[in-house]
């Protein structure tokens, strides 16, 4: 297994998801473990090509709260990434394995408990998803792209998301930004703290790979996401990355019952 492992923005995030992407499509194996660095702004919004740009207010995003506005090629709601969040791609072509259950999740699960995280670890799959929870929240959202088994490209919240910030450029649905509020995030539940990507990539059994054979091709890539967007259309609008529809039913009806 070849590791790649980067510290860089949100657009170059994106890059390395297509480069893994074509790694996948020649049957190469590989995994890139990147630390999420935001040298000049906060973080990024990131919409999915089907997303309407409505939305969400990229306005507010870049000018009110210092967030890059992206728009990337594959499906999925938007996602706000923060600093310190991990982003984890894997390529595992013709394996017959279930990719986040049974290659990512062991590795995972020994980093989370070095970092000293608490509570009731679980995996969640759903149709196109998988989500690793504790205590009965999730902490991370992953995705196959076009429904490849051997293709897996997700996130790792480290930090509690700031909720009022979340739902001033993004239009929440009903009910999730209480659901957002009372997630689970790494540091709140840890001990003993530390840098997570550097944890993970100590627990991978693999050959790490020096990113100077692609770093060119990569930056180019990136480039192509940054810049203003234009095009505003897309499907109907699917709620925040990673509150699942199935789940926020479950929570709009509990938090109902308890507050009637």
Known sequence: MDIYRDSGDAAETLASVDMMWEKYRQEEEGIFIQNLDFEEYNGAVIYAARTPLDGAD????????????LRRNTGGSP????PNDVVITASRPNKQEELLKDYIWPVIE?????????GEY?????????????DGKPISSFSSREKE???LSGVIFVEPFEVDRVSDIINLRPGEKEYISQMPTVSENSKNRGNLS???LEKLEG???SLANFSE??????ESYRGEIFDTNGSKYRGFCPVYEEDLVEFRNSHLENHQ
Do not use: C, M, Q
């Not at 990229?58 to 506005?69: I, L, S, T």
């Not at 091709?217 to 990136?222: D, K, P, Q, W």
């Open 207 to 209: 050959s790490t790979k």
């Open 149 to 151: 088994p051997g293709f």
């Open 198 to 200: 550097e944890i993970i």
């Open 110 to 118: 020994d980093s989370l408990d070095k970092y000293g995280v608490d």
């Open 122 to 134: 679980e995996i969640k799959n759903g149709n196109n998803r998988r989500s690793i929870w504790v």
């Open 79 to 82: 996602v706000v990434l923060r």
């Open 217 to 222: 091709e990569l930056e180019g890539r990136a």
């Open 58 to 69: 990229p306005y507010a995003a870049r000018h009110k709260h210092n967030f890059e506005v």
